[in-house]
């Protein structure tokens, strides 16, 4: 088992690390990560900036250029698309056909510029819960099978493999990407996380699955399926408190904790 170990504690820096749900890596190596107030922050060299706020309550967020971040906002609910440059916010306003946008949750980029993101919807209550979204805000439901709480999300290295959490079905799935279309195919359980509640997930280069589990506060790897590890636990739930967004940045894994004020 992995040390897990605060990386930057913003819980008395100003202005403070507003309890971040997830974290994403510009480019440059800074991160980025949003607040409980709608707060977009960088984090770099040891300060902290608002950068932006979408004045909601952003989830998950990831850079779609180097100068374009999308961020979840649960509390509109709506997906905002940030300048970096300019600071300027535009809100995805075209809807989903058939689709109420309830709970949009984390994002991933697609190499022909338009991104998928889950729609968590309502806890318990399974739904279609993958969107296709382009820079015009248009889109459709991307995977029509009811997903029970579809939350973090990543692809394989090939691209070839999403990996999606189901929170509230405590597990991992993996739909098959066609590269170049980018429709899904065939979907199958990753792995079975038992009682562990899955949040957020990364993958890094060689593949290796990496899951921010917000209870017991923890993060496990998954190296093929169904081969489950914790890489990290603290049961006293403080360097890790309810992890939820996490993301690899060379080697190491930067862990968004939901229950605090740092990053792991």
Same mark, same amino acid.
């Given at each position: 088992?992995?040390?897990?170990?605060?990386l930057f504690?913003?819980?008395?820096t100003?202005?403070?690390?507003?309890?971040?749900?997830?974290?994403?890596?510009?480019?440059?190596?800074a991160l980025?990560?949003?607040?409980?107030q709608?707060?977009i922050?960088?984090i770099?060299?040891g300060?902290?900036?608002v950068?932006?706020?979408?004045?909601?309550f952003n989830?998950g967020l990831a850079?779609l250029?180097?100068d374009?971040?999308?961020?979840?906002?649960i509390?509109r609910?709506?997906v905002w698309?940030?300048?970096?440059?300019t600071r300027?916010?535009?809100?995805?306003?075209?809807p989903?056909?058939d689709?109420? %946008?309830i709970t949009?949750?984390a994002?991933?980029p697609?190499?022909?510029g338009?991104?998928?993101?889950s729609?968590?919807?309502?806890a318990?209550?399974p739904?279609p819960?993958?969107?296709?979204?382009?820079?015009?805000?248009?889109?459709?439901?991307?995977?029509?099978?009811? *997903?029970?709480?579809?939350n973090g999300m990543a692809?394989s290295?090939d691209?070839?493999?999403l990996y999606v959490v189901?929170?509230?079905?405590?597990?991992?799935?993996a739909?098959?990407?066609t590269?170049?279309?980018w *429709?899904?195919?065939a979907?199958?359980?990753?792995a079975? *996380?038992?009682e562990?509640?899955?949040?957020?997930?990364c993958?890094?280069?060689?593949?290796?699955v990496?899951v921010g589990?917000y209870e017991?506060s923890?993060?496990?790897r998954?190296r093929a399926?169904?081969?489950?590890e914790? %890489?990290a636990?603290?049961?006293t739930a403080?360097t *890790?408190?309810?992890?939820?967004?996490?993301?690899?940045?060379?080697?190491e894994?930067v862990?968004a904790n939901?229950?605090?004020?740092?990053?792991?």
């Amino acid at each position: 088992m992995s040390e897990a170990s605060v990386l930057f504690d913003g819980t008395f820096t100003e202005p403070r690390l507003d309890h971040a749900e997830s974290v994403t890596v510009a480019a440059d190596g800074a991160l980025w990560c949003g607040g409980e107030q709608g707060q977009i922050y960088r984090i770099a060299h040891g300060t902290i900036e608002v950068v932006a706020s979408t004045g909601g309550f952003n989830l998950g967020l990831a850079f779609l250029d180097n100068d374009t971040l999308a961020v979840c906002d649960i509390a509109r609910p709506t997906v905002w698309l940030l300048d970096i440059n300019t600071r300027k916010l535009v809100a995805l306003e075209g809807p989903i056909p058939d689709h109420k %946008l309830i709970t949009p949750n984390a994002v991933v980029p697609l190499p022909d510029g338009s991104m998928l993101v889950s729609d968590s919807g309502v806890a318990h209550a399974p739904q279609p819960g993958i969107l296709r979204y382009r820079r015009d805000g248009s889109g459709e439901v991307w995977f029509d099978l009811p *997903l029970n709480f579809a939350n973090g999300m990543a692809l394989s290295p090939d691209q070839r493999t999403l990996y999606v959490v189901e929170s509230w079905a405590n597990r991992i799935r993996a739909i098959q990407v066609t590269p170049g279309s980018w *429709l899904p195919g065939a979907i199958s359980v990753y792995a079975d *996380l038992g009682e562990a509640i899955p949040d957020g997930l990364c993958v890094d280069t060689n593949g290796t699955v990496y899951v921010g589990c917000y209870e017991p506060s923890q993060i496990l790897r998954v190296r093929a399926p169904d081969r489950v590890e914790v %890489l990290a636990h603290d049961p006293t739930a403080h360097t *890790l408190c309810h992890p939820t967004g996490v993301v690899a940045r060379g080697s190491e894994i930067v862990i968004a904790n939901l229950g605090r004020w740092h990053l792991s």
